[in-house]
């Protein structure tokens, strides 16, 4: 059994920044990449931002030059540093593991952490 445990959500002002965290935990093999997505209510849940074990990043355009993702691999944790937040960045971020096995590749989900920015 995996757990991915997510931190660092709440409520912050247009502007101001949040950080992130998810640890993965559990029965792992190996970790291929881990991401941030986010789903706001009545939207789909989109892909905010990706780092692979080697180190390659993916964000999305609306979050390109604000948000930083980064990875500890020996703690199997993955950050999301949001800077500049906007209200449109209100969602629930899910943190997701792609997880490799001898046998077979699966992905692993997060509860989610809600990121509400408001003034």
């Known amino acids: 059994q995996v757990q991915l445990v997510e931190s660092g959500g709440g409520l912050v002002h247009p502007g101001g920044s949040l950080r992130l965290s998810c640890r993965a935990s559990?029965?792992?093999?190996?970790?291929?990449?881990m991401g941030w997505y986010r789903q706001a209510p009545g939207k789909h849940r989109e892909l905010v931002a990706r780092?692979?074990?080697?180190?390659?990043?993916t964000y999305a355009d609306s979050v390109k030059g604000r948000f930083t993702i980064s990875n500890d691999n020996y703690m199997n944790t993955v950050y999301l540093q949001m800077n500049s937040l906007k209200p449109e960045d209100t969602a629930v971020y899910y943190c997701?593991?792609?997880?490799?096995?001898?046998?077979?590749?699966?992905?692993?989900w997060g509860q989610g952490t809600q990121v509400t920015v408001s003034s």
């Open positions: 997701k593991a792609d997880l490799k096995d001898p046998l077979d590749d699966y992905d692993w």
């Open positions: 559990g029965t792992i093999f190996s970790i291929a990449a």
């Open positions: 780092i692979t074990s080697g180190g390659s990043t």
